[in-house]
């Protein structure tokens, strides 16, 4: 017996194949990343989600790695008052002075868990895993503008949550081939 569609699994059912959604669900939600400049790029697009609908960061996701030099950490690390103000004139991307200025900081403090991890992946790998919760409070201790919502998005949608698929969904089937680590259990 096939197991139901849910959230965001059912939605794009009904979507068009050129709908941003549809691809988004298809090849990147839920997916492991490998790259640390991939998991910023991640981190700082559910950051400026917040308040806005996730189709509207969708549609400037080109604009965001075109703004953010492609979410190179080390170069958006070190932004200055110049670059800032061009980010907070450029339409293409959301101009909220407080979601750029947490990417320059996350970026910053992502260079030291480099530092200290060797990268930004191994620091995620070596906190798993934990509850939602003490995800949360390991964001918020870490980074700027972390709050439950975007934590929980960011996890999920890089393979450190379960969540992102329903079970009966095909991409779930190809996700879990990939062994992502919500699978994986510690020590293991």
């Known amino acids: 017996m096939e197991q139901a569609l849910t959230g965001y699994c059912a939605y794009v059912t009904k979507l068009d194949a050129s709908n941003v959604h549809k ?3 298809d090849n990147e939600y ?3 990343l490998e790259s640390d400049d991939e998991l910023f790029a991640r981190l700082v697009l559910e950051i400026n989600q917040a308040g806005l609908s996730w189709d509207t960061i969708l549609k400037k996701k080109e604009n965001f790695f075109k703004a953010y030099d492609n979410f190179d950490i080390k170069k958006v690390a070190k ?3 110049k670059k800032i103000a061009e980010l907070l004139n450029d339409a293409g991307i959301i101009r909220n002075r ?4 947490a990417a320059v900081e996350n970026a910053k403090a992502i260079l030291m868990l480099q530092k200290e991890f060797g990268s930004f992946k191994k620091w995620i790998e070596h906190h798993h895993p934990l509850t939602k919760e003490e995800w949360v409070k390991l964001f918020k201790k870490t980074f700027r503008f972390t709050g439950g919502e975007i934590v929980n998005e960011f996890l999920m949608s890089t393979g450190y949550l379960p969540g992102a698929h329903s079970e009966g969904c095909h991409i779930y089937k190809k996700i879990k081939k990939l062994k992502p680590m919500w699978m ?5």
């Open 79 to 81: 932004y200055g008052d």
């Open 30 to 32: 839920g997916f492991p």
């Open 98 to 101: 407080l979601k750029v200025n």
């Open 184 to 188: 994986v259990k510690k020590g293991a």
């Open 23 to 25: 691809y988004y669900h």
